[in-house]
């Protein structure tokens, strides 16, 4: 139990005011004389009293507030933050900026620190592949064409994942969000075992069925659980979560140039990560809206929608998975970079980047998704492309300026997968529109492998492919609907209970 004591002369006005409930970071109600209790915010308890001395020059006021918090995990992070936005009161009723711009309850703030926890997870097996499977194919002896094959099969477990998306709009996410984490992370061990690349690539088709299964479950969970005012922003922190996890794989990436074979070393890091997920999941409860989800809605009926978002995605992948696959091999062949060096660019133009990813999610809600969505997808993918068209030291603020500005892209664009269809479909939607995006991002390297073989270098490949985002964005701006503040049932009237 944290104890916070502040003492106040004022005049008053200034009395009336502290004597007013909190709308800040915490929202109170008052519960006695000078006595206010939680109606809203993070904290497992929170009481705030007020002892007020009178006299002829004003008022000595001492306010005491006692107050637990509700993070887990991360609830460290958060205690001198807490602790200075309880101690300065905000009058005009805004959280501060690390915070979500609408009020996380107890049991929301509970629910989705505990899947940023998974989150981390999510992140190693979805970016373990693609940072290794360029010293993967110098062990198995096989070219970028063949590399381009590879990433292609590898994403069809995408397209398996929709049969357990399946499963988690009938029997829930939490189980579904269980058999993900343990498939993924006992064939993530597997993989490391691969005697063959084609051994190799069925163990990655299942790391990647059980993560995109994890990732949509995770997405739809949170969606389900946070305010309407802070869905975006909900994304951009476990987007930051995921990149955690997936910067766990950078860190660890000099090991694969100790030996031919010591790729193999970060497929098997998962096991580490064990007792974290297992508490984590041990503590999850079930999605509040799958609980009290209206029964009986059809897929098909969303169909016009699903090809939409569907489409926009598919669009996104024709750029964004070639990037994702080539970029090591962009940097070690054309650049001639080492294991360590490839790390030391990830992690100094990609971290920076995570402060583009949180704004992002607090200007989509705030201001609006699609406004979010147009300029990561020109000017960030634009600075993308002329990143893989240039040399020397030009290349490090390219990236870093591209991996800013173009970050926006998940959570403004994430979030309709929870808007725009109703609970009883809502996962295999979220998971059907990934899929198809995941087809684009095959074709996607597919034609980047061919091109790359054809022209001897990735960036006239890169130059052609923003088409597809460019499209995107352009849809995006016509044809998708504002749900910024807007509850999902109110965006999906069939969800409202009799």
Not at 409 to 438: C, D, K, N, Q, S
């Amino acid at each position: 139990m944290a104890h916070l004591e502040i003492t106040h002369r004022v005049d008053d006005e200034g009395l009336r005011r502290v004597r007013s409930p909190r709308t800040d970071l915490v929202r109170e109600k008052q519960s006695g004389d000078d006595l206010f209790s939680l109606v809203d915010g993070p904290f497992e308890f929170y009481e705030r009293s007020l002892v007020v001395e009178s006299g002829p020059n004003g008022h000595l006021v001492i306010e005491r507030i006692d107050y637990q918090l509700s993070i887990p995990w991360f609830g460290l992070f958060f205690r001198w933050p807490v602790r200075h936005a309880l101690r300065n009161r905000r009058e005009d009723a805004t959280t501060p900026f690390w915070a979500p711009p609408d009020h996380l309850g107890k049991r929301a703030t509970h629910v989705f620190a505990t899947l940023c926890a998974i989150a981390l997870l999510s992140g190693f097996l979805s970016n373990a592949p693609a940072e290794t499977h360029t010293y993967a194919a110098d062990e198995f002896m096989v070219d970028q064409l063949s590399q381009g094959f590879l990433g292609a099969v590898v994403r069809v477990g995408t397209l398996l994942a929709i049969g357990f998306a399946i499963l988690a709009d009938r029997h829930g996410r939490r189980k579904l969000l269980t058999l993900a984490i343990a498939f993924g992370i006992a064939f993530s061990c597997a993989a490391a075992l691969a005697p063959s690349i084609g051994i190799f690539a069925a163990c990655l088709v299942i790391v990647r069925t059980s993560n995109a299964t994890l990732a949509a479950l995770i997405v739809v969970f949170a969606l389900e659980e946070l305010p309407a005012g802070s869905r975006a922003w909900g994304l951009s922190v476990l987007g930051l979560s995921a990149a955690l996890g997936a910067g766990v794989v950078v860190w660890a990436q000099p090991v694969a140039g100790f030996a031919e074979w010591s790729w193999r070393l970060i497929f098997v890091i998962p096991v580490l990560m064990i007792p974290l997920i297992a508490n984590a999941v041990r503590q999850l409860p079930e999605s509040r809206r799958f609980v009290q989800h209206v029964a009986g809605l059809k897929l098909r009926s969303y169909w016009k929608r699903l090809a939409l978002l569907g489409g926009t995605y598919f669009l996104l992948g024709l750029f964004l998975s070639p990037i994702d696959w080539f970029r090591n091999e962009y940097l070690r062949d054309e650049h001639g970079y080492s294991a360590l060096q490839v790390s030391l660019f990830i992690i100094t133009t990609a971290t920076p980047g995570g402060i583009g990813l949180y704004l992002a999610g607090r200007i989509a809600d705030i201001r609006g998704r699609r406004i979010v969505v147009g300029v990561a997808a020109v000017v960030g993918l634009g600075f993308t492309t002329i990143f893989f068209n240039s040399s020397g030291i030009w290349l490090w603020p390219l990236a870093l300026t591209a991996i800013t500005v173009a970050s926006g892209l998940l959570p403004a664009l994430g979030v309709y997968r929870a808007e725009m269809f109703p609970t009883a479909v809502r996962a295999r939607a979220a998971t059907i529109a990934g899929a198809i995006g995941v087809v684009g991002g095959s074709i996607g390297i597919l034609a980047a492998g061919w091109m790359r073989v054809r022209w001897g270098s990735f960036g006239p490949a890169m130059t052609i492919l923003w088409a597809g985002p460019l499209l995107a964005a352009a849809l995006v701006w016509r044809r998708f609907h504002e749900g910024t503040r807007r509850e999902l049932e109110a965006l999906n009237p069939e969800d409202r209970m009799p």
